[in-house]
């Protein structure tokens, strides 16, 4: 089931990004951090109302960001489409036991249907240059590959973002 995120999932979401950093690690991505993501970044996308959780049998195994805020890292992008109604999707994450069911593919496709019936003319987001097998995700649902984008505190290393046209 998919729903809202709420401020009580954010430890358990902490506990899922946390794992799946770790196992990121292991893989030698060194993607996320002791900076990111963070707990006020998650509290920020419930204020918001752009969090949305993954609960498999009353237990919560991902969380997706939608979003309609285009961070200022993203405006040197050649984007396909014009920067109105997009939607941005951040801090995908499946909680590394739960990996490899479909769950990520459920919750884009929860996401990419939320953007048609809001009338979104594109959906973007960016994902790690090490992460192949985010890109490789990515590529198989028809994102386009447009442009690298810097997160220092992250990595030294570019994300690479991404668009789909709707």
């Known amino acids: ?58 237990t919560l195994v991902g969380c997706i960001t939608i979003s309609t805020l285009m961070d200022k890292e993203y405006i040197p992008i050649s984007w396909l489409t014009e920067n109105v109604n997009n939607i941005y999707i951040h801090r995908l994450a499946i909680h590394p036991t739960h990996q490899g069911k479909g769950y990520a593919q459920e919750l884009m496709s929860f996401a990419e249907t939320l953007a048609r019936n809001n009338k979104s003319i594109s959906i973007r987001l960016d994902t790690f240059s090490q992460n192949k097998r985010n890109q490789k995700f990515y590529e198989q649902r028809g994102y386009k590959r447009l442009g690298n984008i810097y997160f220092p505190k992250q990595s030294e290393h570019s994300f690479y973002c991404y668009e789909l046209v709707l």
């Open 1 to 58: 089931m998919i729903r809202k995120g709420i401020r009580s999932d954010v430890k358990n979401i902490i506990e899922i990004t946390k794992s799946c950093a770790k196992n990121m690690i292991v893989q030698n991505i060194y993607q996320w951090n002791a900076y990111y993501p963070n707990k006020e970044a998650f509290l920020k996308d419930i204020s918001r109302d752009e969090l949305y959780v993954l609960e498999i049998e009353n």
